[in-house]
């Protein structure tokens, strides 16, 4: 089955709430990556982690990794309704080479 | 700087026809990756080269699917024949130096909507 599993499936939210989302995986990673898509468009990375890593900030946008129960999760805060999008975790892989597995992503969409 | 392009943007074909999809990695980086998502599905994983290598296909679904990279710049997947399930977004994505691959961010096109009818 698929390494990464994101939940919830589907987010709706207001414009100024924040959003958590999560992700869970199977094996052994160098990393986990967070991505968004917006609608129609490519894959825009917004951060990654290294396992040895325990939370990473960027902006808005908070990560954390927990490698004991393979779980990592992202908040989105004070979210815009720019921030509705296709949120993906995908995680490196250890010793494969860069190669990318993805969740089947969380929808996440902001009102106004 | 240039980042990752693909062409077409999108590609509607019919069932038994062939199609060449194309994606331009940014300048200088050895790692090109193709993956596919289809209808709502997760974002699945077809090959990797580096350079003009093919360092793992193991996710290209059947023979129909023929990727190259030529002289290590720009690749191309080809799909012949297309069958309805091959429908979806196709996305191209490149990264440094290999040594560096297993830790850094991979750039992303804007994928290639394909449809098969």
């Known amino acids: 089955s698929q390494q990464g599993e994101e939940d919830p499936q589907a987010l709706s939210i207001q414009e100024g709430e924040n959003a958590t989302m999560n992700c869970s995986y199977k094996t052994s990673i160098n990393n986990l990556q967070w991505y968004r898509q917006n609608s129609g468009r490519g894959l825009v990375h917004l951060i990654l982690?290294?396992?040895?890593?325990r939370e990473k900030h960027s902006g808005r946008l908070r990560v954390t990794l927990d490698t004991s129960k393979k779980s990592s999760s992202l908040l989105i805060t004070a979210s815009r309704a720019a921030d509705t999008a296709s949120y993906f975790c995908a995680t490196g892989v250890y010793n494969q080479g860069g190669k990318l597995i993805f969740g089947q992503g969380t929808e996440l969409s902001v009102k106004p | 700087e240039a980042g990752v392009t693909q062409f077409p943007s999108h590609s509607v074909i019919e069932k038994g026809q062939t199609v060449t999809l194309r994606c331009d990695p940014i300048?200088?980086?050895?790692?090109l990756y193709w993956y596919r998502r289809v209808m709502g599905k997760e974002i699945k994983f077809l090959l990797h080269f580096v350079k003009e290598s093919k360092q793992d296909e193991s996710g290209m679904p059947n023979n129909r699917f023929l990727a190259e990279r030529t002289g290590g710049t720009y690749s191309t997947l080809k799909v012949q024949p297309a069958e309805l399930e091959d429908s979806g977004v196709y996305f191209c994505?490149?990264?440094?130096?290999?040594?560096?691959?297993?830790?850094?961010?991979?750039?992303f096109g804007q994928g290639t909507r394909l449809t098969v009818v």
């Open positions: 994505a490149s990264s440094p130096t290999h040594r560096l691959a297993g830790n850094t961010e991979a750039f």
């Open positions: 982690i290294r396992s040895n890593e």
């Open positions: 300048s200088g980086h050895d790692n």
